[in-house]
Each structure stands twice: as structure tokens, then as C-alpha cells.
């Protein structure tokens, strides 16, 4: 039985693999194969493995009865704050609150007169857009409209701005992402994080690791397109079309401006006043991203009334939150399904094997091989495939106990993955945000890719190293 279990186990990873790098939905690939690992754990004589769960009595349907529990699960914990910040970000779009920020904030940028000064000037604006902006395709599109334009009018080359355009969307330390959320809420289930919230793991230990992790990438942008424009031969300032629909931000005074390009950030702001207040005053206010995402929609409708004077316009308009959750619906999905995925291999008892090996590493100064592994994991397939989250949220749901079978935090496994998946998605020629940027640029995914590798991998590296001096000396509860 045994043997089954691990051929079954190949090759459902086999078909999970294949589907990602073949940019099929992962959602589907992994609810069936995590169906059809439960239902070989049935055939072997086994139960299904999710916590808490009660069969319906018709073994042959206990596989369907988990996704139904799953399902009910995720949407009242990590699945309900990812629609509800799904929500917020489409009614900021919705007001033009986003293009607002955007605008205000790239407008010191023209004042900068050395070229190259800017390259990690614009990289950290970059990374700071992503707060409200957290889709990198998105985020390239917008500032290819906005920013590309003034930086070649600085002076920059053609790829030069496009690697910095393409590297905005990292790794920056916000609570309001989907990886986060999702990673803070199985933390919070264990003995030793027990109550921990999203903003706690992002400014606690994320921002740790991923600030100074930017700060060294922005450093190794700056000689990296230095020394490959010189390479290059000076820089050529062509004239480049790009084409784009984005409609200009909301025209208002300066008290309209400064209010909506705050808005964006209002949920960050909110959530890093409790987290500071409570670390100074010693309070337990616990304020969650979905109460703090909320308040700040209430506030920005209230903004759109004294600014419209239209009632009854603006409240229609709140709609667009209600729709935009919908929108955050699949990421809710993909969450489930690597859950579902996680109880097949739970079921048919590889999980409790590869917790057997990893015990072997226990104690013998290896602690850092783990990581190593999904980090490696991670790049291979995010390189492959394009995608920076699949894979990671396939793995949120086994990180603490292949963690706790190798004896080490699982904050050692946790953040370096995460951030691998988003600072190697700027590597993958066949990544969406590297075909858009590549594509308005009018150069070659290969030539972007070449100006994006050495600063992200050069932070993949750092990043990693730095995760394990912080990490693992941290030890398990």
C-alpha cells in the first residue's frame, strides 16, 4: 500500500506541475487531483484526513463533503478579508483614487535630474504603488502610462525603465495581501503564533526580511543598468508609442488630491497606527485588515459624497466594492483547492512520510535544507510558469508541519518562499508583467529579463541568507 500511496502521490505533483507550466487553471488541478488522492486513501483503507471533519456516512461521498467544509471554512476566516480587500481596491479604481496616488506621487520624480539616481528611486515608488495596487500587471500597466514617459524624457533607456517598471511589484511588507493574509491565518491556528493577525506577521517578521531585501535590490538596479547601458553603448532616447486606456485621475483641488491619494493607503495606515500603538502603550487593540479595510470604505463613500454632491450616484457606485469582492472570489478558490490538494496527500500518509524524513534533519545543524528545497522549488516552477502565487499557496497549508518535523520555525519556511514567489516572477520571460512591459517597450522578454535577473536575484540570495540568520536561530515553540 505504500508503494501506491507514493506512486499516486507522483503523479498528482506530475499533473499539478505540468498544468502550471502549461498556464492551465491550477484551481481545477488541484481539487481533482486532491479528490482523487482522497478517494485512493479510501481504496487503502484510510480516513479522510481534514481536521474536525464528520463523515456523511457514504464513505464514497466524504472526498465532496471536505471541499464543502473547506469551502466554509476559508470563507469565514482568511477567505472573507481577501474578498473584502477585493472589494476596497476596485472601489478605489472606481473613484479614481488609485490614479490620483499614482500621480501625486510620481510627480517628484520630475525634479530628479540624474538619470540613474532614479532607477532605485522609481523601484521603491514602484514597490510602494503595490500597496494599492497589488496585481503586477496592473501596476506595469499604470505606470508604463505614467511614469515610462518621464523617465525617458530623463534620460533613462528604453530597458532600463522597463526593468524598473517590471520589478515594481515585489515584495513589499503590506497586510493587504492575499500571500499574507492567507499565511498569518494558518500561523494564528498554531500553540506557538496563537492571535496572531496579518498585521502582526507583516511588521513583525515580513518587513524584518523584505525592507531590507528592497533597499539592496534598488542598490543593485542602479550599478546593474549603469553597467549594461555603458555596455550598450550610452543610452538611445527613440521614441516609444505605448498604448494604453487609462483614463486621466479625477481633476480636484489640492485638498481633493491630497485626501484621495491617501485613500489607497487609508487600511495601511490604520493598521500600522494599532500595531504601533499597542507596541508602545502595551494595549491589545485587535483591529483586523477586514475591520480597518471597512472603516476606510466607509470613509472614502462619505468622501465621494461631499465631493460629487450626488447621493444617490454615489451610493450606486458602491457596488463596484460588492463586484470587486466577487473579483477576489477565485483567489478565495485557489486557496481551498490547495487545501483540498494538502488532505488527499495527508490522506494517503506522504505527508506523515516526508515529516519522518525531515525528523532526520533535526538537530543537525541542516535546519536550512528545507528551505533551500521550496525555495528551489519555488524558483523553478515560478520560472517555468510565470506564476508567483500558485505554488505558494499550494504549500501554505503543509509549512508547519514539515517545519515542526525538521525542527525549525516555521517562519523560516513561510517568509523566504513567499518572497522568492514574487521576486522571481520578474525573471520568467513568460510571466504576464514581463510580456506587457516587454511587448509596450517593443524589446524582447529575453532582453527585459536579462536587465530584471541580476537585481532579483541578487535579493533572492540576500533575502534567503538574511531569513536564516533571523529565523532559524528562533527555534520551534
Not at 278 to 292: E, F, M, P, Q
Amino acid at each position: 500500500m505504500t508503494a501506491v500511496a507514493y506512486i499516486a502521490a507522483l503523479l498528482a505533483v506530475a499533473v499539478v506541475v505540468w498544468m502550471l507550466i502549461k498556464k492551465m487553471d491550477i484551481k481545477i488541478s488541484l481539487f481533482l487531483m486532491g479528490i482523487v488522492l482522497m478517494y485512493v486513501a479510501l481504496f487503502m483503507g484510510k480516513e479522510i484526513s481534514v481536521e474536525g471533519f464528520k463523515t456523511t456516512g457514504i464513505k464514497w461521498l466524504d472526498p465532496f463533503q471536505a471541499v464543502a467544509d473547506q469551502f466554509l471554512g476559508t470563507l469565514t476566516s482568511a477567505g472573507f478579508i481577501i474578498l473584502i480587500l477585493g472589494g476596497y481596491t476596485s472601489y478605489m479604481s472606481h473613484i479614481g483614487a488609485n490614479k490620483v496616488t499614482v500621480s501625486v506621487l510620481s510627480k517628484p520624480i520630475m525634479r530628479i535630474k540624474s538619470t540613474y539616481i532614479l532607477v532605485p528611486i522609481t523601484f521603491l515608488l514602484g514597490n510602494l504603488l503595490s500597496l494599492m495596487i497589488p496585481s503586477a500587471s496592473n501596476l506595469s500597466i499604470i505606470l508604463l502610462a505614467t511614469l515610462f514617459p518621464i523617465l525617458r524624457q530623463a534620460g533613462m533607456s528604453t530597458l532600463s525603465a522597463g526593468a524598473v517598471i517590471a520589478t515594481s511589484a515585489t515584495i513589499v511588507p503590506t497586510p493587504l495581501g492575499s500571500d499574507n493574509v492567507a499565511v498569518a491565518g494558518m500561523l494564528a491556528k498554531t500553540s506557538q503564533f496563537s492571535g496572531l493577525t496579518t498585521s502582526d506577521y507583516v511588521f513583525r517578521y515580513h518587513a524584518l526580511i523584505s525592507i531590507p531585501t528592497l533597499i539592496v535590490i534598488a542598490v543593485v538596479h542602479y550599478f546593474w543598468q549603469k553597467y549594461l547601458d555603458k555596455k550598450a553603448g550610452g543610452v538611445s532616447l527613440e521614441q516609444i508609442d505605448i498604448e494604453t486606456a487609462q483614463e486621466a485621475a479625477p481633476e480636484g483641488g489640492k485638498l481633493f488630491r491630497t485626501v484621495y491619494a491617501l485613500l489607497p493607503l487609508l487600511p495601511i495606515f490604520i493598521l500600522l497606527a494599532v500595531f504601533a500603538g499597542n507596541a508602545i502603550t502595551g494595549s491589545k487593540v485587535n483591529l483586523s485588515v477586514a475591520l480597518a479595510s471597512i472603516l476606510s470604505f466607509v470613509v472614502a463613500v462619505i468622501c465621494e459624497l461631499i465631493r460629487s454632491r450626488q447621493g444617490q450616484e454615489t451610493l450606486k457606485g458602491t457596488d463596484t466594492f460588492f463586484t470587486g469582492m466577487g473579483g477576489a472570489m477565485p483567489i478565495v478558490a485557489l486557496l481551498v483547492a490547495a487545501s483540498i490538494f494538502v488532505a488527499g496527500l495527508q490522506s494517503i500518509g506522504i505527508i506523515a512520510s516526508l515529516q519522518e524524513v525531515m525528523k532526520s534533519t533535526n538537530g543537525s545543524g541542516m535546519g536550512f535544507v528545507l528551505p533551500l528545497i521550496l525555495v528551489a522549488l519555488t524558483a523553478l516552477i515560478v520560472i517555468l510558469s510565470g506564476s508567483g502565487t500558485a505554488l505558494f499557496f499550494a504549500m501554505v497549508p503543509l509549512m508547519v508541519p514539515l517545519a515542526a518535523a525538521a525542527g525549525i520555525n516555521v517562519l523560516a519556511v513561510s517568509v523566504p518562499m513567499g518572497l522568492a514567489g514574487n521576486l522571481l516572477r520578474a525573471v520568467s520571460p513568460v510571466s504576464a508583467v514581463i510580456m506587457i512591459v516587454s511587448g509596450s517597450i517593443k524589446k524582447s522578454p529575453m532582453e527585459l529579463v536579462k536587465r530584471t535577473s541580476v537585481p532579483m536575484v541578487a535579493g533572492l540570495v540576500f533575502m534567503f541568507v538574511l531569513s536564516m540568520v533571523v529565523f532559524l536561530p528562533m527555534g520551534t515553540a
